[in-house]
């Protein structure tokens, strides 16, 4: 049987990186755009690489390099990467770069080798 809950990120990064490269050609995002901040994003998740919870009430949902936090930060995370998506393809840079930065506080925290 398929594991749904497992493909939901990687589909999600997936899709982001290709939001960025579908369609007609288009101009090289602006150095500081949201666009390049979800591509930073996305190779940082994927390098970070945290194992879905397999149940929606899982306390700890662990990553690689030391990277540990709660099932409900890990799905807190997902949705804000999805709205930062949708606003940067809307063209509202400043609520993406809200929606990322809410996600990168939350990965500083996870990083348990750092803290």
């Not at 939901?8 to 101009?27: D, K």
């Not at 807190?76 to 770069?97: K, P, T």
Request: charged letters at 15%; a neutral charge; one cysteine or more.
């Amino acid at each position: 049987m398929l594991n749904v809950r497992s493909m939901v990120l990687p589909v999600l990064i997936v899709g982001l990186c290709a939001g960025a490269q579908s369609g007609t050609a288009q101009p090289a995002p602006a150095p500081g755009s949201c666009r390049n901040a979800l591509m930073a994003l996305a190779a940082e998740w994927n390098e970070i690489a945290f194992m879905a919870p397999g149940k929606p009430g899982q306390a700890i949902v662990t990553g690689r390099e030391g990277y540990v936090t709660t099932g409900g930060d890990f799905n807190f995370m997902v949705g804000q990467i999805r709205l930062a998506h949708v606003a940067c393809d809307r063209g509202d840079e400043a609520s993406a770069l809200q929606n990322i930065a809410a996600v990168q506080d939350i990965l500083v925290h996870a990083n348990r080798r750092k803290s």
